[in-house]
C-alpha cells in the first residue's frame, strides 16, 4: 500500500527548517552550497511576518523518522500587481521554495505540498502562477501544469545604500 502523505500548513516553529530546506533548494539551483550568513537571519525574519499576516503560505511533510524535523515543503506568495488581457484579476502566485532533503526524495512529498500550495492559490482565485525550475524540478511541474513562458525578464543588482 502507497505511504499516505500528510500535508500540513506551515507554522512559525517550522521557520528554522524553512530557511534550512531553502539552503537546499538553492543548492539545487545554483550548484553549490550557500554559505551560512546573513541571507538566513533575513528569510527567517521575513518567514515570520509573512506567515503572521497570511501573505505567504507554506505547505510541510514532517520526516517520518526525525520529530520536529522537515522533509519537504513548498512556499509561495500572492503579488498585486495590474491587471492586463491574460490577467484580469490582477493576482499573481508565486512559488520560491520547493525542497526535499535528499534523503526523501521521490516519494511524492514536494507534489504533496505544491498540490496544498496549488489549492491555497485556487481558493483566492489565482490563476497565474509563476516559478523557476530546477532541472531536476522541471518534470514535476510540467505534470502539474506549468509551461515555459518567453518573458523579457531583465534585472538589476542595484548597491545597497
Not at 124 to 137: E, F, N, S, V, Y
Not at 141 to 159: K, N, Q, S, W
Amino acid at each position: 500500500m502507497p505511504e499516505v502523505i500528510e500535508v500540513r500548513p506551515a507554522a512559525l516553529g517550522d521557520i528554522g527548517e524553512l530557511v534550512r530546506l531553502r539552503g537546499v533548494m538553492l543548492t539545487a539551483m545554483y550548484g553549490r552550497e550557500p554559505a551560512p550568513g546573513q541571507w538566513q537571519e533575513a528569510a527567517a525574519k521575513t518567514l515570520v511576518r509573512r506567515l503572521s499576516d497570511a501573505s505567504l503560505a507554506g505547505f510541510v511533510v514532517d520526516r517520518p523518522d526525525q520529530p520536529g524535523a522537515l522533509a519537504a515543503c513548498a512556499v509561495g506568495v500572492i503579488e498585486d500587481r495590474l491587471a492586463d488581457p491574460d490577467n484580469p484579476g490582477g493576482g499573481l502566485g508565486y512559488v520560491f521554495n520547493v525542497a526535499t532533503d535528499a534523503g526523501y526524495r521521490r516519494r511524492g512529498y514536494s507534489r504533496a505540498c505544491l498540490h496544498a500550495l496549488l489549492d491555497w492559490y485556487r481558493q483566492r482565485q489565482i490563476t497565474t502562477i509563476d516559478l523557476r525550475a530546477t532541472p531536476d524540478g522541471e518534470r514535476l511541474y510540467r505534470a502539474l501544469g506549468f509551461r515555459p513562458v518567453a518573458a523579457p525578464t531583465m534585472r538589476l543588482r542595484a548597491p545597497a545604500p
